[in-house]
């Protein structure tokens, strides 16, 4: 008896998730928030979790956490709330819901790649439109696409990973209008955008939802993601999510850190001052072009990008290469902002990658 046997033969043809060893290395590849809470935030909530009885099963509605979701993101009581164990999670409810036989899942390209790696292992064909050269959306493609597929749905990452640039959102909006299924804009990087949001259009669209997750915000290791849309999509949803899907502990430190919300705010203006001078800083580089980004993280272009992480490697500093990863991505790296201490050391590092390259 062999896998062969007995494992569909699309997962046999998918590699895993590959998450690459970041010990030792100034760690800039997964956008992640560089700061930690305050000591005393940290010592407080300790004191909360400690309370948590591990005993019991945690609360399967989340309650709490919900009504405080509510409150810090303004989710209008009219709209139905699912959280999932990170936002992955509830991009595989979404997919294995509309998995009917032949279904389409349909995104841009480049984007997030675990739109079309659930939509794989969920069983739904994945179409990928790529963006225009200058990483906007190519609307007559896309309507055509539509046309063609007929996707049951379409994500959307506003702003896009990892181009880093939000949509034209009169683009964006006549995707929505014209879509012939559900459109989920995934808002995973809504903390650094300064307000851009699809969350008033909700309401009013009922094929859009709206994804966001608490990772990108500084809680990455609680693994917590939340989907708004109308409660007759969400309650649908809903079946398919395993009873305690959010744990006990990750429930109390998330409402426990949303309570903090100005740290966290505070935390996010930082990354996007940092974010700026970072930018400008290394347009100065020759060689070097920089994408404007309304994110946690710039899109680079530069000479042999793919020796160049290598060496930013071996100088200990860990990026994302993206080179090969999309045609519309030669040569290109993602690197997400730092403390000012950290994009020093990766700056310093660069200078002297393109120093030695040239
Ligand atoms: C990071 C990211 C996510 C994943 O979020 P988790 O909640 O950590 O699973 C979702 N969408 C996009 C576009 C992302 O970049």
Redesign the pocket.
Known sequence: MSPEALIRPELLRLAAYHVPDARGLVKLDA?ENPYALPGELAQALGRRLAAVPLNRYPDPRAQQLQAVLRREFAIPDGLGLLLGN???ELIQIIALALARPGAVLLSVEPS?VMYRLIAEYAGLRYVGVPLTADFELDTAALLAAMQAHRPAVIFL?YPN?PTGNAFDRAALEAVIEAAPGLVVV?E?YHAFTGGLSFLDAVPKRDNLLLMR?L??LGL?GLRL?YLVGAPRWIEQFDKLRLPYNVNALSQCAAAFALEQMPVLSAQAHAIVAERERLALTLAALPGVRVYPSRANFLLLRLPQAAAVFEGLKRRGVLVKNLHGSHPLLTDCLRVTVGTPEENQVFLDALQAELDAIR
């Open positions: 956008m990170g936002s992955d997030f990452a990973n995934d995973a997750t990772s990108k990455a993601g």
